[in-house]
């Protein structure tokens, strides 16, 4: 069975940065998009970010600006870079894969942006 297994997860400080990274336990074929949630306590997980194989990208509004999310196809991986964080911005992030009828989903990173 396919994971993805997300790290790079932490404490920083209000407008610090950190590198998300999520990698397949195994090479997934036929991958068309790959893309990051998070889930604030309390809250419904929500979109982060998105990439497909066409090179698009897309955002969250409260991110645009700040996160960038990026790609190894070869690797079946993905990255987000978050910068300038905001306490807001903590939530356990998790990565997701699609290809035709499926999606494989991470167990999360826990990020916390607290002084």
């Known amino acids: 069975q396919v994971q993805l297994v997300e790290a790079g997860g932490g404490l920083v400080q209000p407008g610090g940065s950190l590198r998300l990274s999520c990698a397949a336990s195994r090479s997934i074929g036929n991958i068309y998009a790959m893309s990051w949630y998070r889930q604030a306590p309390g809250r419904q997980r929500e979109f982060v970010a998105g990439?497909?194989?066409?090179?698009?990208?897309n955002y969250a509004d409260s991110v645009l600006g700040r996160f960038t999310i990026s790609r190894d196809h070869a690797k079946s991986s993905v990255y987000l870079q978050m910068n300038s964080l905001k306490p807001e911005d903590t939530a356990l992030y998790y990565c997701?894969?699609?290809?035709?009828?499926?999606?494989?989903w991470g167990q999360g990173t826990q990020v916390t942006v607290s002084s």
């Open positions: 990439s497909t194989n066409g090179g698009s990208t």
């Open positions: 997701r894969a699609d290809v035709i009828g499926y999606s494989y």
